[in-house]
């Protein structure tokens, strides 16, 4: 009687879990990526306190300032050569 509602209901879940996101960012095959950090002083995010950049690209790293919880990111693969 309510195996079939069951299913379907399982059915949408696991498409739900499973689903690829609707924007992939290109991937480099060996998982390489630069990563730019900037850390702000508040949650208005106009004044920038700090700054990192992790270069796995090149094993570069580079930072200035101090670190807090309002920063934004950025990921970026490493371009072949």
Excluded at 6 to 21: G, H
Excluded at 27 to 50: I, M
């Amino acid at each position: 009687m309510f195996k079939r509602p069951m299913a379907v209901a399982l059915l949408a879940v696991t498409t739900a879990l499973f689903a690829a996101p609707a924007q992939a960012a290109p991937v480099d095959p060996q998982g390489l990526v630069v990563v730019e950090t900037k850390f702000y002083s508040d949650a208005t995010y106009t004044v920038q306190v700090g700054y990192k950049l992790l270069d796995q690209c090149s094993g570069d790293v580079e930072t200035w300032g101090v670190s807090t919880v309002y920063k934004t990111q950025t990921r970026t693969s490493c371009t072949p050569h």
